[in-house]
Nanobody, 117 residues
Framework: QVQLVESGGGLVQAGGSLRLSCAAS????????MGWYRQAPGKQRELVAG???????NYADSVKGRFTISRDNAKNTVYLQMNSLKPEDTAVYYC???????????WGQGTQVTVSA
């Protein structure tokens, strides 16, 4: 059974930083494409950042230069370092994993990030 468990969310002032972690189990992590999505109240879920099994990354324009996605295959964990946070970054952040073998898609339970002005 695949599990994605996020941690690291919280309340931070604008301009501050947070690091989100997502620990994966039940998946061949080293070949899985991983990503972080977010959903603000009243808005659709959107891709924030993604990283392939080969380590290639992509980012939403709104977070480029501020957020960094990375992965540690030895720990089966993907990270999202968020710097220079803005109130508009406030959302529930979800970890996503796509199996490199089956293509199946999995989601974590989400972690709340709140940025105060």
């Amino acid at each position: 059974q695949v599990q994605l468990v996020e941690s690291g969310g919280g309340l931070v002032q604008a301009g501050g930083s947070l690091r989100l972690s997502c620990a994966a189990s039940g998946i061949i992590f080293r070949i899985a494409n991983m990503g972080w999505y977010r959903q603000a109240p009243g808005k659709q879920r959107e891709l924030v950042a993604g990283i392939t099994g080969a380590g290639n990354t992509n980012y939403a324009d709104s977070v480029k230069g501020r957020f960094t996605i990375s992965r540690d295959n030895a720990k089966n964990t993907v990270y999202l370092q968020m710097n220079s946070l803005k109130p508009e970054d406030t959302a529930v952040y979800y970890c996503n994993g796509r199996s490199g073998s089956s293509g199946a898609n999995f989601w974590g339970q989400g972690t709340q990030v709140t940025v105060s002005a």
